[in-house]
């Protein structure tokens, strides 16, 4: 087992030497960690980081552990407490971490961290099943506007990335986004099946869960949240509808708070190779997962822009006070 | 304990039950209910089931009054068994798996009238280590090994 | 006939000699995860997901399907022997399992269940097969109306497990539903019953809960008394193979539960341990013999064994179909579709139609190779119960501990199960039964969920629970299932 990885790591080190300039001292140990249970999308990022970063040899030996529990905050609350100043951790998180921290009135927030950088993420869509009478968003921002309650949005749970759309999308429409009627559904596909089936009006997602229902019919895209086209999805951004709107599920790794500079370079330096890196690409291509790399001090101002926009789109659908 | 016509135990669960009930219900008036659509909202289930619990806690209670109380039970072996799960849950990150596993497995048996502390001792160590090798190697289930021992 | 010619195909490819490997590695691992409390299919799935990164997606979903099939047979292995389940749709099984295992019907026991397990199975399969379209819009045609509809409907199950003293079952049946209710609300996102601690904002894992009332309070039980301590139990009493008798009062239940457990498990919200409630409370109430309910009754382990497993066939119908997963175990094995860059759903019986139809042979497949390893082992797993007792308790808690606390990797949940050890001991002490307290935590916060979200589509009208047809008529049947066993009773003998 350990002859075996010491093998790979060492083969992988010389093709990736040959391929981008490895950091001159690469890390001995580094944990990641996902605050989720395995097989969930901040696992598999957790996972896709540390199968890269071993085979790139930017790390000896990456371990993953997850720590799940209420939208990531109780990971987060341990990875600040325990991990503070351990220039060896990183801590998966993203969009849906941020609603949680409010929701939950979590005493540590994504602001006791140390940004390193965003990676991934996916855009989200609003749909309408087949037989709907609404055709176009306009069919449903007017709709909205008319009467907001009669609307029933199904999507994922209360505060997260689904809901947050909801009131963006509410607002902008020019809806009294205080009378917004979410219903959450609790993971797996109940949303999907409440949608399918015509009991809610209309559901949103990221992209890529209803993608089979999309492309056969049975779901009628509305819009995605995305700012631009997004290359091989035929549906329109909801800003072409007017509908002044961009959001991405965007994932993250952030360090423990009270690292050294120095130890914010190595990882910096460490998550920007792996970025760099074949072996990533391949990863995003693999799982269709969209490039947002987004590092450092820019990362850091983002993710304080994100916070205070979740934060107000949240007080407006009252979940915090 | 003297009377046979009373059941003090049982008495005590009853109104512990009816005390369980009364905190729900506590819990239940510092839940913000939004005035949105809903008639029925967060706050309803819970004093739907801090309702029974008083109604069924006085049930047993009063009923308890008037039966006798059930003979041969013990309290060493079920506190034992207690004391493991306890030590259990505050020193797994502590000590790590296995010496845990052997706590548990020696204090259930000596609690079950074990009285082969050595052979119980013995059993737990195969059994903790052979579980570990399984979870630990075969499906990469991270099981702790112990702050102490780091 | 395309899909029999498509199954046949399908049955070509299963056949060969490495993926009747496969798949026997992979009922064996089920099986055993099965056996140990917490650690279930949709962990192991999700442990082993890096796998697929080396296997061709056959190989692999032949693994994990005999994988889920597996751990629904090793789970009512210890809930017969040891009233420990291992999985929550085993639960209703240790009921009467158990009771049958103490006095010395352990074998039988076992053995209706596995073949129950194999027709219910094999049927499912059989269903999976030909009926997925039309299970597909059964599921779909259930909105929250619906399902809070057939969970009242499923609450009256209850009514056959509440015990001699009404009041001491309705107490179990609020303390689980107050369990429930604790973590974070899902319509509002506000926390209830959390007391502060953010562990509990996720609720108490039905796990650790049936870990506690089950393994916990019954040693805890079994040591506060010298008469249950002492005593040896018999392993086998009679036939080691099921009689004449048994077999007679066995097919019906399992063809029952069968019918019961497929199209809950294509519910997107229905899962495994429902039908065996109802499966449960029809055995009671069909029996020539209600009062044999209670001290080991064998169609009370034939109907909900065949359901949960029935359930598991269901569950991927509107996986393979839909792309919709209804379980925990669907959502992970949807994420190993989709490692591949395979979507379930419409297009995947066009797209990858010889994986989908080898997947199905290999499930039948599965299915007799887990009858074949269990049956003949049947002999074998009753002398666990000639283990001295404190040494089989030991190990019983062992397990428990370690799948507990596996279940979140959290010392916090083992503090949990102390809690609900103690109350799973008191409730034996005092003579509440245990099983209403299990169906009150599966059921209450699904039926509160679709209540609420029923009423918040219709803006707070409840017409909608007579206006909807499918509704009306659960409604209508939950009543008279409370009403009837009043007013007519089978003959008792």
Known sequence: MKKRNFLLTLTAAFAGATMLAIPALAMDNLTIIAPAKPGGGWDQTARSIAEVMQGAGLAKAVTVENVAGAGGTVGLAQFADKNKGDGSALLVNGLVMVGAVLTNQSPVSLADTTPIARLTGEYEVIVVPAASPLKTLGDLAAAMKTDIGKVSVGGGSAGGTDHILAGLVAQAAGADATKLNYVPFSGGGEALAAILGGHVTAGISGYGEWEGQIKSGELRALGISSGAKVEGVDIPTLKEQGIEVELANWRSVVAAPGISDDQKKALLDAVDAMHKSDAWKKVLADKKWLDLYMAGDDFGTFLKAENDRVTATLKTIGLVQ | ?150 | MSALEQLLGGFATALTLQNLGWSLLGVSLGTFIGILPGIGPALTIALLLPITGYLDPTAAFIMFGGLYYGAMYGSSTTSILLNTPGESGSIITAIEGNLMARSGRGAPALATAAIGSFVAGTIGTLLLTFCAPLVVKLAIAFGPAEYFALMILAFTTASAMLGSHIYKGLTALAIGIAMGLIGIDELTGQARLAFGYPQLLDGVDLVVVAVGLFAVGEAMHVASRRDLREVTVETVKGSLWMSREDWRRSWKPWLRGTALGFPFGALPAGGTEIPTFLSYFFEKKLSKRPREFGTGAIEGVAGPEAANNSAVAGVLVPLLSLGLPTSATAAILLVAFQQYGLQPGPQLFEASGPLVWTLIASLFIGNAMLLVLNLPLVGVWVKLLSIPQPLLYGGILVFSTLGVYSVNRSAFDLGLLFITGFIGYLMRRFEFPVAPCIIGLILGPLAEQNLRRALSISQGDWSVFVTHPIALILFILAATMLVLPVLWRPKVN
């Open chain 2, 1 to 150: 304990m003297t009377a046979q016509s009373r059941n003090w135990p049982e008495l005590l669960l009853g109104l512990g039950i009816v005390l369980a009930g009364a905190i729900i219900g506590w819990q239940a008036t510092s839940v913000k209910v939004a005035p949105i659509y809903a008639k029925v909202g967060p706050a309803a289930f819970l004093w739907f089931a801090a309702a029974l619990l008083i109604g069924c806690g006085l049930i047993v209670a009063w009923r308890a009054a008037a039966r006798p109380a059930g003979q041969g039970f013990e309290l060493r072996g079920p506190m034992e068994i207690l004391l493991a799960l306890g030590l259990a849950a505050g020193l797994i990150n502590l000590i790590g798996f296995i010496p845990v596993a052997i706590l548990v497995f020696v204090l259930t048996s000596h609690a079950l009238g074990s009285t082969q502390i050595v052979r119980d001792i013995i059993a737990g160590l195969i059994l903790s280590i052979v579980a570990y090798l399984v979870f630990a190697m075969a499906l990469g289930l991270r099981l702790p090994l112990g702050e102490v021992f780091a």
